[in-house]
């Protein structure tokens, strides 16, 4: 791209994405260096980056809000488990009551970095609708999430020109779409699938059927989407120490639920087709559609907002079919068992892109950065490049409790270099060390990531999957052996010595 022959601008942080990664780590920033010049590039032309960009029917979170809300800022709302319009909204509000408005800059898309030692910066091309830019900055944070953007992952299906129906990924929903009467299939078994399903089926525009076409079965829970303990919580104590205790509650719950399952995988499996056989009519096919080959939490649990899933199923509005696709027809599917699905629209929920740092080409000292070559250091910087923290949050708990643990780190290891006189820090990773994939988990969309994403290794180069554990690393040493400060003037760089404390 040709940048804009005008002087770069210069920050001192600049934060790409203006999701609920960027916003949180926007605010976290701002309030620890008020001084500094801090910006958020947007790609998009609106905040909330997975809540703005998915309009499918029911888009929700999979997790309780009082976990995947900001630790700063209660949530007030009724339910626990919400839907996407009301996530958008408490975001616009994060936004709002911060005055993060001013930092924000949408439609600039974030396209090449490259890192200076001798400058100590980063040089970054944007693209904007009204041209390109180049702004220098000491540090990047990419709050950029975990999947393309501008596609879904679709395999490809022999015969889908035959089709004579729509066929829609719920990554590319178009808006107001309607679909009422029509016979659905929707192709998957993941949250989207278990979320659209009901959803469908609900309000005037309802369609007239919904079939679940999965190849491999899911686990899937249903779970209170009011959660009643938050509710006393907060009249007892009061919005803010209500919300704290609530989400000290759930912490500890999700991580015993995961913990106890991953432990116990014969009697996880056992007590969750239970429930399952319990919250369907008698005589369906449980062992079929709801046996997944794989131990609880080897991928993510999905769950069902007080039951909504298990009630479709059981009101006749949905079925599942548990079969593999020979073909696409004009008139709908065909599958190896001979069995032929009628369908009006086919919904192509087989999950997401993998896509780190939002696809940026990265340059460092003249080298281009293979981010496979890389190793992950406490969950937020990576081996070889320096001044470059990324957010990826949990996998098996709330997003962003793991975004507030790293951001809290994040400007504790700025503001040990700010006091200290350092401009750069890079992280060694020992070459012998044993490196696995740093999403790892058995999900197809991971399984597909793993020769494009870094990787994990122990101890501190691990990806920690567990918050209170994370927590207890937090309180620990900022500093330790694998971290090499340097300076601007290209002074011999230091490791650290004396022992520091990282803040609560």
Not at 2 to 9: D, L, V, W, Y
Not at 356 to 380: F, H, M, Q, S
Not at 432 to 457: C, F, I, N, W
Request: hydrophobic residues 40%; proline residues 5%.
């Amino acid at each position: 791209m040709n940048a804009s022959t005008q002087p770069p601008e210069e920050f001192d942080i600049v934060i790409i994405g203006a999701g609920i990664s960027g916003i949180g780590a926007a605010r976290y920033i701002v309030e620890a260096f008020p001084d500094k010049r801090v910006v958020v590039f947007e790609g998009r032309d609106d905040i909330g980056g997975t809540w703005d960009l998915f309009k499918y029917p029911g888009i929700r979170s999979d997790s309780d809000l009082h976990t995947f809300g900001y630790e700063f800022k209660p949530w007030k709302d009724r339910a626990a488990i919400a839907e996407g319009p009301q996530i958008l909204n408490y975001l616009r509000e994060t936004v709002e009551e911060n005055d993060l408005g001013r930092l924000i800059r949408l439609g600039h898309s974030v396209q090449r970095a490259e890192w200076s030692g001798a400058d100590a910066r980063w040089t970054i091309d944007v693209r904007t609708t009204d041209g390109d830019r180049r702004v220098t900055a000491n540090w990047i944070f990419a709050g950029t999430g975990y999947y393309r953007y501008d596609e879904g992952y679709t395999p490809h299906f022999e015969g889908r020109e035959d089709f004579a129906g729509d066929i829609v990924h719920p990554q590319q929903w178009p808006e107001g779409y309607d679909y009422a009467g029509k016979q659905v299939v929707v192709i998957g078994s993941g949250a989207t699938a278990v979320t659209l399903i009901p959803s469908m089926l609900t309000g005037e525009g309802a369609a007239a059927h919904v079939t679940m076409l999965q190849r491999t079965p899911t686990y899937v829970v249903p779970w209170p989407k009011v959660d009643s303990v938050a509710l006393l919580l907060t009249r007892l104590f009061g919005e803010r120490r209500g919300y704290a205790m609530t989400r000290f509650i759930n912490i500890w719950i999700d991580r015993g639920v995961v913990k106890s399952l991953r432990t116990f995988p014969r009697l996880g499996r056992a007590v969750i087709r239970r429930i399952n056989k319990k919250s369907l009519p008698k005589g369906f096919d449980v062992d079929t559609h709801f046996n997944p080959p794989y131990d609880p939490w080897d991928q993510r649990l999905c769950l069902s907002p007080d039951g909504d899933f298990f009630a479709a199923l059981s009101e006749g509005g949905a079925s599942i079919v548990t079969d593999r696709i020979t073909r696409f027809t004009e008139s709908g599917i065909r599958l190896e068992s001979g069995e032929h699905l009628d369908a009006d629209l086919i919904v192509t929920a087989t999950g997401l892109n993998v896509r780190l740092l939002g696809g940026i080409e990265l340059v460092v000292d003249g080298a281009p950065v293979n981010l496979a070559e890389r190793v992950v250091y406490r969950g937020t910087l990576l081996s070889g490049i320096p001044n470059l923290a990324i957010a990826i949050g949990y996998t098996t708990s709330s997003w962003t409790l793991k975004v507030g643990i790293l951001c809290r780190y994040f400007c504790a290891l700025v503001g040990h270099m700010d006091a200290s006189g350092y401009d750069s820090v890079v992280v060694d990773a020992d070459p012998a060390m044993e490196t696995r994939p740093v999403m790892d988990l058995s999900s197809g969309y991971a399984q597909r990531a793993r020769e494009t994403t870094p990787k994990q290794g122990t101890g501190r180069w691990q990806m920690s999957m567990s918050y209170p554990q994370d927590a207890k690393l937090l309180r620990g040493s900022l500093l330790d052996d694998a971290l090499r400060f340097g300076t601007a003037a290209g002074a011999e760089s230091a490791r650290p010595g004396a022992r520091e404390e990282i803040g609560a």
